[in-house]
Every structure is written in C-alpha cells, then in structure tokens.
C-alpha cells in the first residue's frame, strides 16, 4: 500500500522560506520510473504543479517557480523536501506531495495548508 | 503559458451519462500527454481516477472511463450516481516532468 503524508509548518512569514517533508512508504525512491511531485491548491483554485525529483536524483520545476523552488530527496529516510523561498501571501494553499509512476500521478497525500501572513 | 481548458461546472441527474473534456490553448490533446482524471471533493485530497489516458486506477467503477476525443482528453461517467458530486480535474504531461491541471470542473448530480 503506497502512502504520502505531508508535514510542515502551518503558518510562515512574508519574506520567510517554506520547507515542507513529504514522508512516503510502499515504494522507494530508488526505483527505475518513479518520482515524487508536490503540487499546490490556492483556497477554491485549481490544482497547481511545482517541482517533480525522478528516482535518479533528476529534478524538474514549474518554470514560473524554479527560481524559488528546490526539491531534494533522502531515500534512506523514504523522504523528499520541498523548499520554497521568499513567501508571499499569494502562496498561501494547501501543499500536496504525490508519487509518479512513469508519466502519471498516481497516489496522492493528505496535504497540508501552508498560510502566508504577518 | 500552457492554458488548460476544463467546464467550469456541469449538471447531470442521477443515473445519466456526462462527458467532461480537457483541452489545451496550444494545440490538441493526445495520448502522449498521458491523460489523467482526479476527483476532489471539498477538504480533500485529489484522487486519482484514470490515468495514461484510459486506466482506471484501483477500486475506481467501471462506470467512469477515459479517452481522447478529436483533440480533448474525455472522462466519461455512464449512469451517474450522488456519490459521484465532486471537483474533477484533468492533468497533462507536457514533457521534461512538467504537468499541467485544468481549472476543474464542478459536477453537480441533481
């Protein structure tokens, strides 16, 4: 049974960066074909893609983001972090990490809601 | 800036058939975008119901399929049920591990 459990802090600062875990087991990362994504969700807004490492350490960014997006993983801990600098409150969501099979998305976490505020 | 197009919002009764569609402001959608479907209700995370264009994935009914009609990714739901009220939302991959999600659409069974 794959499974994705977000965890991080609630609330963060303008100007501050975010650092969200994305804990995961059923798979691991080492893995020829797979990855782990996060994607975010504004309140009442669409599904957002942010940044995607592949097993072999090859990491991918939205465009718009990159230069404030890093993504890492540590296998050993079945882990991928997500930092993202200079919060602004437009960042303000909830954070979803999921697990990528090949060309597709295929299990989801629960998320978490990351608020933007002074 | 790649722009994917869902309905905003949809009505179907109880029981009929509805087709959602997913199309992108660049050109048409096909198989190689690997088309997947998610299926969010509020305070919830996405589901993943149909991937690589047309699998469904575990413990999804087979009332729900997926396609690519003329240049839109299609999900279908044949004999729609209450349970079926939800957000749903496309998902492309446009290459180099960058996908794309629609706006949603909302579905209402009434």
């Known amino acids: 049974q794959i499974t994705l459990k977000e965890s991080g802090p609630t609330l963060v600062k303008p100007t501050q960066t975010l650092t969200l875990t994305c804990t995961f087991s059923?798979?691991?990362?080492?893995?020829?074909?797979?990855?782990v994504g996060w994607i975010r969700q504004p309140p009442g807004k669409a599904l957002e893609w942010l940044a995607l490492?592949?097993?072999?350490?090859?990491?991918r960014y939205s465009p718009s983001l990159k230069s404030r997006l890093t993504i890492t993983k540590d296998t050993s801990k079945n882990q991928v972090v997500l930092t993202m600098t200079n919060m602004d409150p437009v960042d303000t969501g909830t954070y979803f990490c999921?697990?990528?099979?090949?060309?597709?998305?295929?299990?989801w976490g629960q998320g978490t809601l990351v608020t933007v505020s002074s | 800036q790649t722009v994917v197009t869902q309905e905003p919002s949809f009505s179907v009764s109880p029981g009929g058939t509805l087709i959602l569609t997913c199309a992108l402001s660049?050109?048409?959608?096909?198989?190689?975008?690997?088309p997947s479907w998610f299926q969010q209700t509020p305070g919830q995370a996405p589901r993943t119901l149909i991937y690589?264009?047309?699998t469904r994935s575990s413990g999804v009914p087979d009332r729900f399929s997926g396609s690519v009609l003329g240049n839109k990714a299609a999900l279908t739901i044949t004999g729609a049920q209450a349970e079926d009220e939800s957000d749903y939302y496309c998902?492309?991959?446009?290459?180099?591990?960058?996908?794309?999600f629609g706006g949603g659409t909302k579905l209402t069974v009434l």
């Open positions: 660049s050109g048409s959608v096909s198989t190689s975008n690997y």
């Open positions: 998902g492309l991959y446009m290459g180099s591990g960058f996908w794309v």
């Open positions: 059923g798979f691991s990362l080492s893995t020829s074909g797979l990855g």
């Open positions: 490492i592949y097993w072999d350490g090859d990491q």
């Open positions: 690589n264009t047309n």
């Open positions: 999921a697990h990528k099979k090949d060309w597709n998305i295929r299990y």
